[in-house]
T-cell receptor
Framework: GENVGLHLPTLSVQEGDNSIINCAYS??????FIWYKQESGKGPQFIID?????DKRQGQRVTVLLNKTVKHLSLQIAATQPGDSAVYFC???????????FGDGTTLTVKP | DTEVTQTPKHLVMGMTNKKSLKCEQH?????MYWYKQKAKKPPELMFV???????INESVPSRFSPECPNSSLLNLHLHALQPEDSALYLC???????????????FGPGTRLTVT
């Protein structure tokens, strides 16, 4: 679709549908990437990570895709549930270990 | 125990006050972090401690003073703050580096700071 690869600040999906959240990163030297979920009033919570020597990694209901050529990261959530409603951030960590940079978040709203 | 705790949860302080934020973890992590997060924005890195030594200071104003008294504790001392410093302050920890692969950070719930 026309939104593939595009970062959206908000995303609204129907319960049971699949969600795709996109992120562009800036530093080609970054070698570790993390997706975090942040619910209202809480700190970010780790969802899934991927290292730069991989292009895909799967977890439980989530998949992260890494395209180093265009410096793009995506998070796919299968069978989205109301409990998935939150703000999602990608983070890139470079060779200067510990220095992580967060991307702009995407607010996911799941409609029952 | 995979929890990072932060106290207090909420803090209101005047511009002439001195206060401290506290963070604690018992996961044996040797890297600890302070982030600042404004509403509807991503967390911004402020400081990184590695083995109780300050390794990264992201050009943070001196009115913020971090301290790592031991491997489990991280403090952020606040003095003469400005209203624009009002934000959510997040603490995080991760497995040690250098030498180890960089790994995920575990975040605390944050301290909601309001400067009046």
């Amino acid at each position: 679709g026309e939104n593939v690869g595009l970062h959206l600040p908000t995303l609204s999906v129907q319960e049971g549908d699949n969600s795709i959240i996109n992120c562009a990163y800036s530093n080609s030297a970054s070698d570790y990437f993390i997706w975090y979920k942040q619910e209202s009033g809480k700190g970010p919570q780790f969802i899934i990570d991927i290292r730069s020597n991989m292009d895909k990694r799967q977890g439980q209901r989530v998949t992260v895709l890494l395209n180093k050529t265009v410096k793009h990261l995506s998070l796919q959530i299968a069978a989205t549930q109301p409990g998935d409603s939150a703000v999602y951030f990608c983070a890139e960590i470079g060779t200067n270990a510990g220095k992580s940079t967060f991307g702009d978040g995407t607010t996911l709203t799941v409609k029952p | 125990d995979t929890e990072v705790t932060q106290t207090p949860k909420h803090l209101v302080m005047g511009m002439t006050n001195k206060k401290s934020l506290k963070c604690e973890q018992h996961m044996g992590h040797r890297a600890m972090y302070w982030y600042k997060q404004k509403a509807k924005k991503p967390p911004e890195l402020m400081f990184v401690y590695s083995y109780e030594k300050l390794s990264i200071n992201e050009s943070v104003p001196s009115r913020f003073s971090p301290e790592c008294p031991n491997s489990s504790l991280l403090n952020l001392h606040l003095h003469a703050l400005q209203p624009e410093d009002s934000a959510l302050y997040l603490c995080a920890s991760s497995q040690d580096f250098p030498g180890a692969q960089v790994s995920e950070q575990y975040f605390g719930p944050g301290t909601r700071l309001t400067v009046t």
